[in-house]
Every structure is written in structure tokens, then in C-alpha cells.
């Protein structure tokens, strides 16, 4: 039966505003009751294996100013290289260890923070050893299709020298844009939509 034109009435047209955040991260949002914790908000437990660290940032506009109702998700391969995932036939990921984790941006400060594991290098499509990273989705307001880039760990030189995708970045004074800074125990990667520090994204 045909409903007539009236009967549905259009939804708030939004490209990643509050219902983000109230779907993926209903705690966070102050709707307590669906999680017991929102997912992806702990990657490690006691028995994870692997050197615990800490990845903290901000997602800037082109303006330098940090956007404070961003969602950043982050994957990455366990401590031996493997991923927590059906389609990894290399060998058993740790157990332990989700390998996926989602943070909503601070309200106050719009910084982000995860608490994971140093991951091991994996295989580039054509078998070379791609260096240690994590890779990182964001969506925000104003964003239409999720942004995705990786951050690389300043103490692989060697290996980020050598690593099929960096390598082939035609640009290479926007390589460090790709690099986390060590700040005391932590690694900071701040991601930069728009200017002159625009982080490299990737078409995936």
C-alpha cells in the first residue's frame, strides 16, 4: 500500500553530527544501558602481549583549531605482525588483543587517546615487510566519507625508510606528516584535515 508523501517525515540532514557519537559511542554520549562500555573503548588486558603504549592527538581543521565532535578509530596488527581478524591465515593473533579501538574526540579539548600495544610489522601485498603501524579512520562534521591515513613510529627509521607505502609518496617533505612524535612514554599524531601540515590520506 502506497503511504502518502506527508506520512514519513525527513530526518535532520547531518553528515557526522550527534548521531555518531550517540550509535557508536552511547556511553560517551550519556545514554548509559546498551554497553556495559562502549565498544572498542579497551584494546589490551592484563594478559596482552606486547609493548603497552599510548597514541594521543587532535584532529585539527584547516584553521589549527581542534575539532572537538571527531571519531577516531584505529587498527593495527598485534605484537608479532598478526591481525585479530577471520581473513588472517599467517597464524593466531593474540587473543588478548582486539586490534581495533574507537575514541570520541574530548568535548573540551578534542584530543583523543588510546591506550594499545607497539604493533609488529606485516607483508605488503607483494610479501616486503611494510613498517610498524596503526592505521586510523576519523569522521567529524563537515565529513562526508571517513578519512583514512596511518601513523608510523619515529624510532623505525630503518624500517620506515624501506616501507612500500611511504616510499612511494611523491612528496616526501609530507612524509613526516605520516610520523608520530615520541612525547616522554607516549606517541602523539596530531591529524591535520586542511593547510600546511594536511596529514596524507589514503584512497581505500
Known sequence: MTQPLTYFKESPSQT????????CTPNFSGLSGVFPKDL???????????????????VFDGTGTPIKDALVEIWQADAKGLYNSPSETRGAADPNFTGWGRCPSDMETGEFVFNTIK??????????????????????RGIN???????????????NAADPILTRIE??????TLIGKKVGD?????????????????DI
Open 16 to 23: 557526522a553530527g550527534p548521531y555518531v557519537h550517540i550509535g
Open 40 to 58: 572498542g573503548s579497551e584494546m589490551v588486558s592484563k594478559s596482552t602481549e606486547g609493548q603497552r603504549i599510548i597514541i594521543r592527538g587532535c
Open 119 to 140: 604493533p609488529g610489522s606485516v607483508p605488503f601485498k607483494d610479501g616486503r615487510p611494510m613498517a610498524p603501524h596503526v592505521t586510523f579512520w576519523v569522521v567529524a
Open 145 to 159: 566519507l571517513g578519512l583514512h591515513t596511518r601513523m608510523y613510529f619515529p624510532d623505525e627509521e630503518t624500517a
Open 171 to 176: 612528496h616526501k617533505h609530507r612524509v613526516p
Open 186 to 202: 607516549e606517541y602523539r599524531f596530531d591529524i591535520h584535515l586542511q593547510g600546511d601540515n594536511e596529514t596524507v590520506f589514503f
